[in-house]
């Protein structure tokens, strides 16, 4: 058994899917394939239950899974270890973030620290606020970059930046022109939501709350996974929503959805690391990037 064979293994676990593990790894299907029959056939064990054309994690696999994670976890801070011998000069930042951060915020961040240290290779990945914290936790990546608090016994948390929720709707929207908007027209329009476990989603949930409504009673038009879907569905009509302004910027500035005269509200982003694993020069550098912004 090889570290290749197991993160191949992890991969392939983690979408159920050889074609888009493949493409994630950048090799051929039948080399990943290849990979997880020789592991198979090398233990005598069934990890996935072909069904069909699926693949399927089966109980054996969910078992290995965890301690493969758990291997590469551990074989990932060895590396980085050895890599901090070399200073800054090789390695490897691997952070993920939640989606409205990957796509809006952390992109500049990351440019800038590829310029001061071009020899670190970047692992980014992106998910939701949920799926950020269970990977920084695992293992998988060593440094997580969330808009929601997360509240974990294994985790550190810091604020690293401030963001704006704000609400907006589509032009001839109800709430569009109005000068002062309040509890009473929030409990009236149908909204278009983030999936649960989403930061956005749950700064939603938190102005609900503020605003005494509950989320039962209000109507939920969509409930989609991504702000570009979210915000399509809003330019389309279909409701209003939470967002952040950054998010909306380029749809705001083209006048295709409209801020709503209702207060922005103001949403921390959190730097989240675990307490025990190794944290490399790579991370300690990023963070002192980040830094200088709070300066």
């Known amino acids: 058994m090889t570290l290749d064979q197991l993160r191949i293994f992890a991969v392939v676990a983690q979408h159920q899917h050889i074609t888009k593990a493949a493409k994630t790894l950048n090799m051929t299907q039948s080399a990943v394939s290849a990979a997880v029959t020789a592991l198979e056939q090398r233990h005598g064990v069934t990890l996935f239950d072909r069904v069909g054309r699926s693949i399927v994690l089966n109980q054996t696999g969910r078992i290995f899974l965890e ?53 670190i290779s970047l692992d980014v990945r992106i998910g939701n606020t949920q799926a950020t914290a269970d990977a920084v936790e695992a293992g998988l990546v060593e440094v997580g970059v969330v808009e929601g608090q997360v509240d974990r016994p294994a985790l550190s948390s810091r604020v690293v930046a401030i963001d704006e929720m704000i609400i907006v709707a589509a032009p ?19 909204w278009v939501l983030r999936e649960p476990g989403s930061g956005t989603r749950r700064a939603f949930e938190s102005m609900a709350e503020k605003e005494n409504l509950a989320i039962s009673a209000l109507g939920i038009a969509m409930v989609l996974p991504g702000n570009e879907a979210v915000l399509g569905a809003v330019e389309a009509g279909v409701g209003v929503t939470l967002t952040s302004r950054s998010a909306a910027a380029t749809a705001l500035s083209a006048a295709v959805l409209r801020e709503v005269a209702y207060p922005p509200v103001p949403r921390p982003f959190f730097l989240l690391r675990h307490k025990e694993r190794y944290r490399s020069k790579a991370t300690a550098a990023f963070e002192a990037l980040l830094a200088e912004d709070e300066d």
């Open 67 to 119: 301690r493969a994670t758990r291997v590469l976890s551990e074989a990932k801070a060895a590396e980085a270890a050895l890599d901090d011998l070399a200073g800054l000069q090789r390695g490897e930042l691997s952070i993920m973030a939640s989606q409205t951060i990957g796509a809006y915020w952390l992109p500049l961040r990351l440019a800038r620290f590829h310029g001061r240290y071009p020899g």
């Open 172 to 190: 001839g929207n109800p709430l569009a022109d109005l000068r002062f908007v309040d509890r009473a027209h929030l409990a009236r329009v149908p």
